[in-house]
């Protein structure tokens, strides 16, 4: 069974900061794995979605890497702004079906 | 984009009543729709997947008669809760997978159960 675990739960930095979120999963045989937004009583947002065969994907500030062997995902974010202050999820497709995801980071990016 | 809908965003309902969620891929096929309950400060969790025209498979722990899942259409599927009691209370949200194997979320909804 998938397990996807994110480090770590919570996080805290000042404005203007790169920071790097990490994924992990125990199954490796994965069909994609996306990165989603979750701001507090709202839905999910979708940032990126790396495909199995893919290493990376971009978008603005926003960088995704895939390292398929290893079982590992991190989201760089990159001069982090207050706007940013969301719980960002790691969720894991495996044969094209139902998501695994991770417990979440909580971040909070102060002005 | 492909966009899926979800109604209502927000529902408040009276210890037990039911209540129906609808969860529409709104330009795109569905042949399969997830269904995802989150509690708070909790991360998402799977509750069952629905195909259309079949029925729908349950996770373990999920009590089908209680969270009826109905997808009798490519565009649509519903979920009800039966008989609501407060601590069905929860953040309830729907995703679809579209033909490319991409993954599209609703918006989800909050339900309150009084």
């Known amino acids: 069974k998938q397990e996807v675990t994110q480090i770590p739960a919570a996080l805290s930095v000042p404005e203007g900061e790169n920071l790097v979120l990490n994924c992990s999963f125990t199954?490796?045989?994965?069909?994609?794995l996306q990165w989603f937004r979750q701001d507090p009583g709202k839905g999910l947002t979708s940032l990126l979605l790396?495909?199995?065969?893919?290493r990376e994907q971009t978008s603005g500030r926003l960088n995704a890497s895939l390292d398929k062997s290893s079982g590992r995902s991190t989201l760089y974010i990159a001069a982090s702004q207050p706007g940013d202050s969301a719980t960002y999820l790691c969720a894991v497709n495996n044969a094209g079906n139902m998501l695994t995801f991770g417990g979440g980071t909580r971040l909070m990016v102060k002005p | 984009g492909a966009v899926v809908s979800q109604h209502p965003s927000r529902v408040i309902c009276k210890s037990g009543t039911s209540v129906k969620i609808e969860c529409r891929s709104l330009d795109f096929q569905a042949t399969t729709m997830f269904w995802y309950r989150q509690f708070p400060k909790q991360s998402l969790m799977l509750m069952a997947t629905s195909n259309e025209g079949s029925k729908a498979t349950y996770e373990q722990g999920v009590e089908k008669d209680k969270f009826l899942i109905n997808h009798a259409s490519l565009t649509l599927s519903t979920l009800t809760v039966t008989s609501a009691h407060p601590e069905d209370s929860s953040f309830y949200i729907c995703s679809a997978r579209g033909q490319s194997g991409t993954i599209y979320f609703g918006e989800g909804s909050w339900l309150t159960v009084v």
């Open positions: 199954d490796s045989a994965i069909y994609n």
């Open positions: 790396i495909q199995s065969s893919q």
